[in-house]
């Protein structure tokens, strides 16, 4: 079978057979180095790395937990000959008890109780996202010390809101009466890289760090669709803003796609409100044809929606500074995916169909801050957790990664979402009418529904060619690489939900392998799989390893008792998230 999945795909490289364990695996012919983890020195003055002696002031210099989104923005060769480039790195969330000695194991409920406000302050300054520089000489790629573009972003980094929704009432807080500077941006998952060399970073879970109930807030059920308050972190115990009862309006200046010009690390980073204000994803895209940029997101949570954000503007190719705010204007629509095959993008445009005042839009700032209830007004499709979405740009088609959803119920299965009680997640393929990422119309086909295929009742529909290293579930990331070959990075697998920790995989879209995967890369137990992006000559892939070590099938993991120490392996350092540089033994691209 492995055979057969070489000949049928663009994936030539022997298969990775490793099982679950404590440490990393790529397949056989590649190298897999850690570039840098939690901890590690990103701006001058960064003391090294002592978990049991751990500041907010350190931890505000060094690179933060949970690293997500990878982006490389390529800086041409050195005087050297090194390549080097710009890394950015999103840092979604936290693990107290991974990071912080003595914490109770249990399951967080306004987070752990020894939560001092210096905890939470190093917390507040672990999240948000990092940019570094780094070269690739004859050591692999490392980190370049003192570069001018090294910049640390946390919960606490001023941040602007620009776009339709800025000033909104519901956007002016005690600290903001104008509603238009935010501190910090909170759950960064995925996100992209545009064309004119910015960083988009998206928030994600941001109602995890309100505490408080609803009772008595306006907007009760914007809030409740949002669950919030999470009641899941401290952070209210030491910063009124994150008190919904005290601030109820800070948390509607979360939920954004946050644009940074990681060359000027002076520059304030925006929350682009046009494009909407929902549990997003990530934000890739592409240029098209007609020059507009157009950006896809998914909005992760059971049952929610696939957007897409279309600029007025055509991006200025020659000028990269006159794009600066060209993600201010433009059209947010939402996915509507019909039974035979065919779908449509609804617009979320104040005044049109049902978004009327007499439906509780009265100008575009409601429908983007409440762009899920707009969408829902619109009919759009209810899906099973979109994250990832990417364009592969030699074929014009777009992947949808659908992590999961257990709760979705026989009578509310649709062709999109063509499984009840889907523990293992899919993939759609959306192929726009006549190559128009702007247009209305695209038809849709389910590349692969995940899970063992062997297991009639899973309902896997892997090509048969798929060996049983091969196949996998809940895809979460991908990329694209610059051969048009698709990876999908996973968020879920544990060896008691599918006996393989989670990875990479590489997945054939065309020719008569469709459907066909191979394993790849895998995390160590415990760990989410990813970043994955590739630098423009396919030479690197970097993934990123998030939470390695946290508790899953039963096993309780706590930083005094971890199940890794992932990558240190030392006595007394707990495992580290770190992002991971992946080239070809003796060069060339990955994967092949
Ligand atoms: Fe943070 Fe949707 O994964
Ligand atoms: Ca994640
Ligand atoms: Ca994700
Ligand atoms: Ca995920």
């Known amino acids: 079978r492995a055979e057969a999945a070489d000949e049928l795909t663009r ?58 989104f990878v982006g490389f923005i390529p800086l041409g060769d050195g005087p050297d000959g090194a390549a080097r480039g710009l890394l950015v790195v999103n840092h979604e969330y936290t693990n107290e008890e991974l990071m912080f000695p003595g914490m109770v194991p249990q399951t967080p409920k306004n987070g752990f109780s020894g939560m001092t406000r210096e905890l939470v302050d190093i917390e507040m300054a672990a999240h948000g996202g990092a940019v570094i520089e780094i070269r690739r000489g004859a050591e692999g790629w490392q980190v370049v010390p003192g570069s001018k573009y090294a910049r640390r972003i946390t919960a606490e980094t001023p941040m602007a ?83 919904m009862q005290k601030e109820p309006n800070e948390a509607n200046r979360f939920g954004w796609v946050v644009e940074i010009d990681p060359f000027d690390p002076a520059s304030t980073p925006r929350k682009r409100t046009a494009m909407g204000r929902f549990k997003h994803e990530g934000a890739a895209g592409i240029v098209n044809a007609d020059g507009r940029y157009v950006a896809y997101q998914g909005d992760d949570q059971k049952m929610e929606h696939v957007y897409r954000f279309v600029t007025d503007a055509r991006v200025d190719r020659a000028d990269a500074a006159a794009n600066r705010d060209i993600l201010d204007a433009g059209t947010l629509a939402v996915a509507v995916f019909h039974a035979d095959g065919s779908g449509e993008w609804r617009p979320l445009v104040q005044g049109e169909g049902p978004l ?74 959306i192929t726009p009418k006549d190559g128009d990422h702007a247009g209305r119309a695209f ?103 998030q939470h390695p070590g946290e508790s899953e099938d039963g096993r309780v993991s706590s930083f005094d008792d971890p199940s890794t120490r992932w990558p240190d392996f030392e006595d007394g350092m707990p495992p580290r998230p770190s992002v991971v540089a992946i080239t070809r033994i003796g060069g060339g691209k990955v994967g092949t």
Request: glycine share 10%; proline share 7%.
């Open 11 to 68: 994936f030539p490289f022997p298969e990775l057979t490793a099982a679950p364990d404590a440490t990393i695996h790529v397949a056989e012919g590649h190298e897999a180095k850690v570039l840098i983890s939690w901890g590690d020195p990103v701006l001058p003055g960064a003391p090294a790395f002592d978990p049991k002696a751990q500041t907010a002031a350190a931890q505000a210099l060094q690179f933060g937990y949970n690293n997500d």
């Open 161 to 243: 809101l620009a776009g339709p929704a800025a000033g909104d009432a519901r956007l002016k807080t005690h600290a903001d009466p104008d509603g238009l500077s935010v501190k910090g941006m909170l759950n960064n998952c995925a996100g992209g890289i545009t064309p004119w060399g910015t960083w988009l970073t998206c928030e994600e879970n941001f109602n995890y760090y309100f505490s408080g109930t609803r009772e008595g807030l306006p907007d009760a059920e914007a809030l409740k669709r949002f669950g919030l308050p999470g009641n899941a972190f401290a952070w209210a115990r030491h910063h009124d803003r994150f008190d």
């Open 356 to 429: 009327t005042p007499e439906k509780g839009f009265a100008t575009q700032a409601d429908v983007l801050i409440h762009a899920r209830l707009a969408a829902s007004a619109l009919g759009a499709t209810r899906m099973d957790r979109p994250e990832d979405v990417e364009v592969n740009p030699q074929t014009g088609k777009v992947y949808v990664m659908l992590t999961a959803n257990d709760t979705r119920t026989e009578a509310e299965v649709d062709g999109a979402n063509p499984r009840a009680k889907n523990a293992f997640g899919h993939i759609v393929e």
């Open 443 to 545: 038809t849709w086909e389910v590349l692969v529904r995940c899970g063992d295929p062997r297991v009639a009742e899973v309902g896997a529909t892997f090509s048969p060619a798929t060996s049983a290293h091969g196949w996998f579930a809940n895809p979460d990331n991908c990329a694209v690489d610059h051969q048009g070959r698709l990876w999908v990075a996973t968020d879920g697998n544990s060896h008691a939900s599918t006996g393989r920790t989670d990875g990479v995989w590489g997945v054939e879209t065309e020719g008569p392998g469709r459907g066909t995967a191979k394993r790849f890369f895998s995390v160590p137990i415990g760990a989410e799989m990813c970043g994955p992006y590739f630098t423009p000559d396919d030479a690197t892939f970097f993934v990123a390893v």
